[in-house]
């Protein structure tokens, strides 16, 4: 059997024979848990409102939305790397940019959820949709959130579309090489009777290029729009103009993170190690290094431009690296550089457990940065009458939690059920590296 | 007809029910009689009735009058009471009735207006028609409204805590009644609080005089020698009344003039006038104040010194010396100092100057500040002595405690206030009291006292009854009832009438007192204007009788700590500790709420190591109290300051708030604090009070300067146009702090309370708050007030944050909060540079009592959980006004909108009004140049502005 | 001929992709019209050796971004003008508030049309089809490459025939199934 029949079988049967059965129902069974908890916590936040919170007045901001933003920019990864590599030609990312784009969904969507529960009548949330009603009233279209609910809906829509094609000549495989009759129909329905003809592919290609190049662009707004919500405020802390590309790094940087902790560990659990080479690693790991860096150079100039901007900004800024919530700064600062410096080396690059504990550290140092940012910013804004603090409550954390759990739980279904790596893509590459 | 077959058709006309009650209404309307004392009463429905048919006159009068036959607690207003105003032009009657009254405050009578809405007491003002009352109310006042809806007052008899019927009481009182009869009133002895009435000390006059063995023991929680020092003075008993409106300098010792209480609003009044005077240039409006913690008047000072309790008499010693007067006490420098600047501008301005000691203070004191004030031409002028109204006087509570300990007390009466848990441990009342055979409690609740005794008897409130009292200056308020009681309630003097078997009603026993000098026609004009003119009691020949050597201890400097317990300024000396709307009320100074705390000095605290909610243990003698510190700048060093009031054992608001200050009450001599370790945390609503280098409160020198001018500030948009352009200037010279602008609007927007938790987490619901800031060193700062409600912004960031425009801007300038609209994204908050919304983060609402449902204020809506709310600059009064103006096809007269904030302020600090018009009130103190934006780097053209703080009382400086 | 009647397409399976294009371009030198590949992958240079070009994707996904765009600021400025607000001060119209809207509607109207007119051009979805009973045709989606011709008027089973075998591929399989004439 060819090589190229080697790797679409060694992916395309993950379904059917699931090599990790026994590690995968434990993950399950624990990702259930977590949303059961989410289920709940949910539920208590419905009938009591959300005064079960932290927040108060001035921080009327908390969890919720800080959570969302760090969701959001996890989910700009998967995106980011499959339509930029493939743009580029970057073959390699061929084996990664399939779960890194389920990824980036399922963080969408935990993203998503949160600015509804957030809402002090959740059940009204479709009021930002502009739809004809009695009320006769519309969206406030000067509105950072309506900007945010046009942006994430978009996001979704765009990146479900942009994987569900990338995804449908695997189905096919899928479905043709499929013993048992109920993997046939599920594989065949979804995958639209792909037949691999060439003027298909021809117009294929084009379409998902072209999706890939809106994308990009599409990615960065989104998350430029996600930094509106704080930079058009009039918050000292907020309101400045390095908010969107610092808002932009951060999210592929901690992306990129998680996309990295996901590798080391499908890699390890389906033994697709010689589909998911060191190699992979070690891109990943310079990736992580190169935002890392961006990232930092963000939190610099965010500092130079605090100093510049007069006396509130500068308290502001002194509040943050001196002030109550101090930790949360040093914090991020500590957990998003200081391991990100193994990367320098290249055989750290290429291990996998230091790939991994690196992606997490950045992942934890990316989520204290939303945190700092928002909380920092608000518990001292204007008045000094005003300050307040604000304190996250159990529920603060077990919602979190919860949406963890829809997350995990959405990708080990994805995982489970759907070919993780794009079989075709790969083959593809081998077999122009086969013709030079 | 005769007006009695009248009454009896409208007696049988509330009698009836149903469908009898509509034809016997309907007979009624055909009546002449009927019409003519329809047109007596209102005025514009007799108008009315003439154009309108019958069937509409019906509907009306269905709703007004006739209230009591439709619904069983006949919550309907007195059928006596008559309206306060003749009813502008074009109102419908029976939307709102306004009635003059008057509440009373250990007894002072607090001269008020109230509305009342389908009959319902919804909002009371300060009546400006009386003459101790120049318009404006006090937290007190304002909140008397919700302790009338309280749900905890008891509605029915109790005999040994269990419920009982009246009659059963009745048959008691006879039992009693006979048996004084018999004895002369051996063993009976009343005991009330401090008594304003007049009608009911007739009553106690005839009670003694019916039975001459009986005594009449009154005492008040808040020790008061001001009235010995008077008599020992004068040689006569006499009422003290001070004018503030005429002192140009003012020097108050360790007195808190205009600090919560009985006398608040006269003071407010007169400080607020003389100030506004200083600001017109007419005069000076100096404050020197010497205190040993900060105070209201204290921050209100341009002169304070902060001084031990125990040197105040040094102190005054030196002023009167430096004023040849006697010889003066060896001073520290800056003592010296002060009393040199005190003895100056007392003598400047002689004659039009005042001074003051706290009426705690002893008896030798006083005369020493009355010596001054005569020698400097005050007396008559700023400082007046009237003569006693009453002949008869109480005993003192010792006397009764010392009887009550011999057992020689077989009965013990006590009309209202609550002895048990309000007298100083050392009185040793408690014990005292369990030893007497039969003992009568009459209260608004059920309290310490109440549960204690053998008989608790539900007392009515000052809304619901008839009464009388005194103002500030002597003259006569009538306190006649907004409402019918709806619960198991009598009267003081239903109560003391029952006693003596006087079966006349209420209202006859109070016509009775006036019925010499007032005919019916004048009475009837006495209760539209709440007041009896003329009735100011004469003022006595102001001599001193004794000589003016005084006898003052020389009081050597002490070591240690002292004790100074006050009342608390939310909820006095604990009778308004079952009132949500005091119990959360911000005190001035700490902006505590629920709870009270041991406050200490900035240097002890250092030197102990004590922080806020650190518990500590207040030793003094052989009793001890336990709270929680607070650090107070600008208090004396050495003293420990604890409020009255918290502590309560019974109560669903108020058990379990704070700690019982009155064991310690009367304590003299050293105290001492132990660190206990444990912490409490208390709920304040301010974290914060450093202005540091922050102009949020500004000042100038003196009231001809102004501030320098702001360069224009670049906009990319124009500024908004419209007429009205609604706008609000607040001036912080003549803020106080004293919160009776948040207690008004609490009432006025139904406002919910949250309790101490939620305060705690930072979600109190205030719409206005009074922020307090202090500048300079923490021994003795500079305090200012700064009332915040929403800036209502031009250019609104919360406008811009909301996403399905709830938060949108009216045509006349008002920042609207559309509260069905609000989804409850809190972007609005986030993005509001002055934190002045406030969200519902729990269903705060749904779940109160009916009666607390019955206060609100109909025209407001009660807002759901998950939405945002804030001030709305009372749009309701203003939409009210703009209907009023639109019927008579005018525009809407300056002055014709008040917001609560402004219609409740005693000083007139906040004023309201449209800022298109060059010409109103708002424009001009806008024009003044001390108007000032707040933040004005966030550049969001507030239309609510402040007036700069003055520093010195006097141009001339 | 009976098995004219039901011959659908005639399959010559390769096993590499060069080999394909070869193939391809030589069946279409030697006269075939009506001809077509089916790969497991896009092989490049395939769509050139069929001489198939096709720019409704482009095109379309132009037009929907500019209708995008032109829809989702459309929307703002009618809303704004059907119930005028003031919001903070701002100009009713305020063109650059609306811009991030306008810009996700653009990117949703472009993706939509383009990968809508992608599946209608390319006739899908469609689940079944006369290739998919081809032996072995499954393949296609593994690592076999396909070249298919379809038969016409002047359909010859036997010149076809020889005309693939002489491209050597690993096997010719006939499709049953109603010809598309």
Known sequence: MTREAQVTREVVRIPERFPAAREWRWMFAFALALLALFFVSVGVLFVRGPGIWGNNIPVDWGFPISNYVWWLGIGHAGTLISAMLLLLGQEWRNALNRFAEAMTLFAVVCAGLYPILHL?????????????????????????LTWDFFAVLTYLIVSVLFWYIGIIPDLASARDRAKKRRWQVFFGLFALGWRG???????????????????????????????????????????????????????????????????????????????????????????????????????????????????????????????????????????????????????????????????????????????????????????????????????????????????????????????????????????????? | MSEGALNDALVAVRSAKGRRYWRSLDELVDRADFRHRLKEEFPALARAASGLNRRDLLKCLGGTIALAGLDGCERAPDEEALPYVVQPEGEVPGEARHYASALELDGVAQPIVGETRAARPIKLEGNAAHPSCSGGSTPFMQAALLELYDPDRSGAPLYMGRPTEWARVDRELAQLRMRLDTTGGEGFRLLTGPVGSPTLLGQIEALVGRWPQARWHSWSPVTDRRAEAIESWLGMPAKRV?????????????????????????????????????????????????????????VTAGDRLPVAEARIGALLSGVAARLEITRSFPLNAEEEAWADRAAEKLRNHAGRSLVSVGAHHAPELHKLAFAINEKLGNLGKTERFLQPADALRPEPLQALVEEMRAGEVATLFVLGGNPVYATAGCTGFAEAFARVPLRFHAGLHADETGSRSHWHLPLAHHLECWSDGRGMEGTVAVTQPLVRPWLAVRSRHRLLADLMEDRRSDRELVRATWSDQHDDTAWEQALLVGHIPKTAPAPVASTPTTSTSFALSASEPERGLRLAVRPDPSVWDGSFASN????????????????????????????????????????????????????????????????????????????????????????????????????????????????????????????????????PKANFYPPLKSEPAWGMAIDLDLCIGCNACITGCVAENNIPMVGKEEVAKGREMHWLRVDRYYEGSPENPTHAFQPVPCM?????????????????????????????????????????????????????????????????NPEVTVRSRGVMEKCTYCIQRISKARIEAKKENRPIRDGEVQTACQSACPTQAIVFGDQSDLDTAVSRRKASGRDYDLLPEANTRPRTTYQARIRKGETSE | MADRKNLYAVLAEFDDSARLIEATRSVRESGFTRIDAFTPFP???????????????????????????????????????????????????????????????????????????????????????????????????????????????????????????????????????????
Request: hydrophobic content about 50%; charged content about 15%.
């Open chain 1, 120 to 144: 002090g009548r959740p059940w009204r949330f479709y009021w930002m949709a502009p739809y004809p009603n009695t009320m006769d009233v519309w969206p406030q279209f000067k509105s950072p």
């Open chain 1, 197 to 436: 003809s060439a003027r298909h592919w021809a117009r294929w290609q084009t379409s998902y290029r072209l999706t890939a190049a809106i994308a990009v662009p599409l990615v960065v707004s989104v998350h430029s729009e996600i930094s509106m919500l704080f930079a058009a405020g009039p918050i000292p802390g907020w309101n400045s103009t390095v908010f969107p590309p610092y808002f932009v790094l951060g999210a592929a940087f901690s992306g990129f993170a998680v996309v990295s902790m996901l590798t080391v560990w499908l890699r390890a659990m389906l033994g697709l190690k010689d589909l998911v080479q060191v190699r992979h690693l070690e891109l990943l790991g310079l990736l992580l290094l190169v935002t890392g860096l961006m990232t930092a150079y963000g939190y610099v100039a965010e500092v130079f431009n605090a100093a510049y901007a007069g006396k509130r900004e500068l308290t502001t800024l002194q509040d943050r690296l001196f002030g109550a919530y101090a930790w949360s700064f040093w914090g991020a600062i500590l957990f998003n550089f200081a391991p990100l410096q193994l990367m320098w080396w290249k055989r750290w690059r290429r291990h996998p457990l230091v790939l991994f504990g690196v992606g997490l550290s950045v992942t934890i140092g990316m989520w204290l940065e939303r945190y700092m940012l928002l909380v920092t910013s608000l518990y001292r804004d204007w008045l000094g009458s005003s300050f307040g603090y604000f304190h996250a409550t159990f529920w603060d954390w077990s919602l979190f939690a919860g949406t963890i759990g829809v997350f995990l739980t959405l990708f080990l279904l994805f995982v489970r059920f759907l070919p993780v790596i794009s079989a075709f893509e790969v083959t593809k590459s081998i077999d122009e590296e086969a013709h030079g």
């Open chain 2, 242 to 298: 001070i004018h503030l409106a005429d002192a140009e300098a003012v020097v108050a010792l360790d007195d808190d003039l205009l600090g919560a209480g009985p006398e608040q609003l006269w003071h407010a009044n007169g400080w607020g006038e003389r100030r506004r005077a200083y600001q017109a240039g007419e005069g000076a409006a100096l404050l020197l104040v010497a205190e040993p913690s900060p105070t209201i008047t204290g």
């Open chain 3, 43 to 181: 092989v490049p240079g395939l769509a050139e050796a069929l001489n198939f070009s096709d720019r409704a994707v482009p095109l379309a996904t132009l037009a929907g971004g500019i209708m995008g765009a032109a829809l989702g600021f459309a929307l703002q400025v009618f809303t704004v003008l059907d119930f005028p607000l003031w919001i903070g001060g701002r100009p009713l119209i305020a063109v650059p508030a609306f811009m991030l809207v306008t810009f996700e509607t653009l990117v949703l109207g472009a993706v939509l049309s383009c990968i809508g007119t992608m599946l209608v051009r390319n006739r899908l979805p469609r689940l079944n089809h006369p290739m998919f009973d081809a032996d072995d045709f499954g393949f296609a989606s593994r690592d076999r490459f396909f070249l298919a011709i379809f038969p016409d008027e002047a359909f010859d089973r036997n010149a076809v025939g020889k005309a693939l075998a002489a491209l050597h591929p690993k096997a010719i399989i006939d499709v049953p199934g109603k010809p598309k004439l």
């Open chain 2, 792 to 856: 209502h912004c031009e250019d609104a960031p919360c406008e811009m944050g909301c996403p399905v425009n709830a938060a949108v801007h009216s045509p006349d300038g008002l920042n609207l909060q559309v509260y069905n609209r609000c989804i409850g994204t809190r972007t609005c908050s986030s993005y509001c540079p002055y934190k002045v919304r406030r969200f519902n983060w729990f269903d705060y609402t749904g779940e109160d009592a009916p009666e607390m449902k019955a206060v609100r």
């Open chain 2, 580 to 711: 949500p709307w005091l119990q959360e009320l911000p005190k001035p100074l700490t902006k505590l709420t629920w709870g009270n705390a041991v406050h200490v000095s900035p240097a002890l605290a250092a030197e102990r190591g004590l922080a806020n909610g650190d518990l500590v243990r207040v030793r003094a003698g052989i009793r001890s109290i336990t709270g929680p510190i607070w650090v107070l700048p600008g208090q004396e060093a050495d003293t420990v300051l604890v409020h009255l009031g918290y502590g309560r054992e019974l109560g669903r608001v108020s058990q379990g708030v704070g700690f019982n200050a009155y064991p310690l009450l009367g304590e003299k001599g050293e105290v001492f604090l132990d660190v206990l370790g444990g912490r409490e945390e208390l709920a304040t609503t301010q974290h914060h009070f450093e202005m540091e280098e922050d102009e949020y409160v500004r000042f100038v020198e003196t009231a001809a300067k102004a501030l320098p001018p702001e360069p």
